[in-house]
């Protein structure tokens, strides 16, 4: 059994990231400058950002995060939204998911310059994902390619099984590992809340993507065996013996299912480190685009 271990794989494209950086600063041009707007006080979505302010300062970006209240209106954020669009210094930028109720989520996507938006959640990038073009694939599922790619794991051809139809991670999963190429050209199975017979499909999986949140859910029952197993489920269970009041864990009882599987992520130190790897790489894309063109 092999763990596919995001945290080594994302150092390692953080470290590929910073010597390209380190180059661009000794031909003296600009570096990449990712900016992050985050509404409300989720500790979560706090604790995410942070994580992609930090990796920024690693890798020798710039950042800028931008904060603002809870009470946030859709106007006052599509006013940020517009500065951030205009402002030639800012490569790219994301707008931290889920938004306070008060705000449509998708009419803010839209409102995002599709060259710059690096989580590639505009429906213009989603659209040309699902159509082969050169996009900004969303950070998540193109983490996973890359785990599967630098770990050789084959799927052309296999069985993939896609838990969750999220638009951040189950529905744009579902549509790259059905892409030509690799890592693609499987023969993917989206499944929802409305599956029937879950355990039948996901047995007869060669690589199970599980994206629902719902801690333990995939069961070694549910599992045939070498079976390839990505785990993208992160929730905070309160536990009062932990400093910091909760612990991490994914959608996978890993004990069980990583006896039978061939290929597996942990939780965490699997794909949430992936994530935050590939908004780097999306962003450095980003400024490659804006230099070429002369910006
Ligand atoms: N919330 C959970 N995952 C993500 C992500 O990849 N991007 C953004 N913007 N919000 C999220």
Redesign the pocket.
């Known amino acids: 059994m092999t763990i596919l271990d995001g945290k080594k794989t994302s150092n390692d494209i953080k470290n590929e990231i910073t010597a390209i950086v380190d180059e661009m600063k000794a031909n003296g041009e600009k570096v990449p400058h990712l900016a992050a707007v985050i509404v409300g006080n989720d500790g979560a ?1 706090l604790t ?1 950002v942070g994580s992609k302010v930090r990796a920024c300062e690693r890798v020798g970006f710039e950042s800028t995060m931008v904060r603002l209240p809870n009470t946030t209106s859709e106007t006052e954020l599509l006013r940020e939204i517009k500065k951030l669009n205009d402002n030639p210094d800012i490569d790219g930028f ?5 938004l306070p109720e008060q705000i449509d989520t998708q009419k803010v996507l839209m409102n995002i310059d599709p060259d710059k938006d690096v ?1 590639g ?1 505009h429906p213009t990038n989603f659209g040309r994902m699902a159509l082969d073009m050169s996009t900004f694939i ?3 599922p193109f983490g996973i390619l890359e785990l599967l790619d630098r770990y050789d794991v084959a799927t052309k051809g296999k069985h993939t099984v896609v838990i969750g139809r999220s638009h ?1 991670v189950g529905r744009p999963m579902s549509i790259l590992m059905g892409r030509r190429g690799f890592p693609g050209n499987s023969t993917v199975t989206l499944t929802h809340s409305h599956t029937k017979n879950i355990t039948q499909i996901t047995s007869q999986a060669d690589i199970i993507i599980t994206a629902l949140g719902v801690p333990g859910f995939l069961k070694a029952e549910m599992v045939k065996d070498d079976a390839v197993i990505i785990d993208v489920g992160i929730t905070r269970v309160p536990d009062e013996t932990k400093e910091r009041g909760y612990y991490i864990t994914g959608d996978v009882d890993f004990e069980n299912v990583s006896k039978k599987a061939s290929h597996i992520t942990p939780v965490p130190g699997g794909v949430g480190p992936m ?1 935050i790897a590939m ?1 780097l790489k999306n962003t450095l894309l980003a400024r490659e685009r804006h230099r070429v063109a002369g910006k």
């Open positions: 979505s995410y994301i707008v931290q998911l889920p989580d959640f969303p950070a998540t951040i994530t908004l």
